[in-house]
DNA sequence: CTGTTAGCGCATTCAT
DNA sequence: ATGAATGCGCTAACAG
């Protein structure tokens, strides 16, 4: 009979069963690629599924958050899938515990530990990288850039001072505070002279780049470099940037699935999954990567 | 007596009105960051207005496109606003028709002339820039990269080849074909130099710049160089790029407005609007910009 | 101007 | 097995 263009009413059918077949994304910035690549592989997934996504972005602001939540309520998502702003307002945290449906936080934790969330080790991996730039001879390094904050860049903060407290290195931290680029300029030409640089997420990553390589100095032989997170241009410049590489299309595919186990009650108890970012060899640390 | 936290339902409010309050999006690829911005400049125009975005990516596949129109018709959206693929299948055409909702296509045109659009003057941006190029006494221009089944970068070529042929100057273009590093070094250090490089979309442009500066030829003396499409790097790298920026935000308010007026009646009729693209000088054309 | 009612289209129950 | 009836919660029409 659908021959004759039969087309159910979504409405009706959602007044009646109470499931919208809607899932809600929360993100800080739908322009920063790593988030955009999130959002791609969540869609990519809850569609496979038969589910609809609806987008918004919280601009790491709480109140904008908060408002989001309620348009998701009021459209009564099935699922919330997000990324929590640096601090949790009582307000956003009431809504959520007032929503009735499943969330899974992504990136970030939520405050309370009954909230499933999907991470990267952030510390662990930076440790990794820091100590990397050790076993390269590099003893001042300079860790780069980030609001402090952010959750992720607390931990990747951490993970930079155990690594230097293990080798004991005094720690020389500069995060986001006035031009990255006089710092820079000022950390690699100083008499105090920095000889390799952690890079707490793109942005600064490529910003030690340009300032080093624009006065003149050489990668890695002059300084070492190893950025957090990847981005599409590291592999393409002249002298290729080692990043740690955070597993993104995986941490995404596993924190909407997760969501929909939960949605559809094949999971119950909350969840805190944590998947292992790499290290992406490349010349920036002072490796001669395999091509 | 809403302090006793009544919460309308949605779902019996839409099945009464026949209106979800719901906008499609349908772009090629979340993570281009054109689309991302674009993205972005929706999503904030449409929640002010009140409306929920479902978010959905094409791929730039007509099959996929077919596919999301259909959920989105199921879940019945007031107003659709998608970035068309390369070629309009019968099925999405017929779709759109069936399709009882305001369209506006964004970025490409809709084959139909009843159909609302908002485009950037891709043809005449992408002349005056080669016109620039020109202007600084280049003769040999390559006009770089691209998918030449894409609207867009159909009509920068054309652009680019009027300019030239303005000029007296014999076209020289290499769409995505192959390795563009190979070809990029081929044609700068080949026996017929090239003396300025057009970049029809980021990408290329970003290769251009890479082999140049690993080859030691420098921008511009060398070799010119100019780009379509604003990229965040660009402003950051040693020579700075000049490129055609292209004003996205304004772009996607625009669309999303006139989609908001299409539903709501305000507008009836269908409109072509275009925005002019501008010149974004910077080092790599060989200006000296104010700083 | 306030209060009651019918119906949107589906899913589920109950009767046949 | 197939078919008729009820209600999800809101809105708009209508009655008091």
């Known amino acids: 009979m659908a021959e004759l263009g039969y087309k159910p009413n979504q409405f009706a059918r959602s007044l009646k069963s109470r499931r919208s077949k809607t899932i809600g994304l929360i993100i800080p910035f739908i322009t920063d690629?790593?988030?955009?690549?999130?959002?791609?592989?969540?869609?990519?997934?809850?569609?496979?599924a038969?589910?609809?996504?609806?987008?918004a972005t919280s601009r790491d602001m709480p109140q904008f958050e908060a408002d989001e939540l309620t348009i998701f309520?009021?459209?009564?998502?099935?699922g919330l899938l997000l990324v929590p702003p640096r601090s949790e307002l009582k307000v956003v945290m009431k809504i959520l515990r007032t929503l009735s449906v499943p969330v899974v936080a992504f990136d970030r934790p939520l405050a309370g530990r009954d909230f499933s969330s999907v991470l990267t080790n952030n510390?662990?991996?930076?440790?990794?990288?820091?100590?990397?730039?050790?076993?390269?001879?590099?003893?001042r390094i300079l860790c780069l850039g980030g609001d402090p904050s952010l959750f992720t860049i607390q931990e990747r903060?951490?993970?930079?001072?155990?690594?230097?407290?293990?080798?004991?290195?005094?720690?020389?931290?500069?995060?986001?505070?006035?031009?990255?680029?006089?710092?820079?300029?000022?950390?690699?030409?100083?008499?105090?002279?920095?000889?390799?640089?952690?890079?707490l997420y793109d942005q600064p990553t490529l910003i030690a780049y340009e300032v080093t390589k624009g006065l003149r100095l050489r990668i890695p032989e002059d300084v070492s470099l190893i950025g957090f997170g990847d981005f599409a241009f590291a592999a393409m410049l002249e002298s290729s940037i080692t990043v740690v590489e955070q597993p993104i299309a995986e941490l995404a595919r596993t924190a909407t699935r997760l969501l929909l186990d939960l949605m559809q009650g094949v999971t119950r108890s909350s969840q805190q999954i944590q998947i292992a970012s790499q290290i992406k060899f490349r010349r920036s640390c002072g490796c001669e990567p395999p091509t």
Chains 1, 2 share one sequence.
């Open 73 to 78: 309520e009021r459209h009564q998502v099935d």
């Open 157 to 199: 903060t951490e993970g930079y001072k155990s690594a230097v407290a293990l080798a004991g290195i005094e720690p020389l931290i500069q995060h986001d505070v006035g031009d990255l680029n006089t710092i820079v300029e000022r950390h690699i030409t100083g008499k105090q002279k920095v000889d390799a640089i952690f890079g």
């Open 50 to 55: 038969d589910y609809a996504v609806i987008l």
């Open 123 to 139: 510390r662990s991996a930076a440790q990794l990288a820091v100590q990397h730039l050790i076993d390269h001879g590099r003893r």
């Open 33 to 48: 690629p790593f988030f955009a690549e999130f959002a791609s592989e969540v869609e990519s997934v809850a569609r496979r």
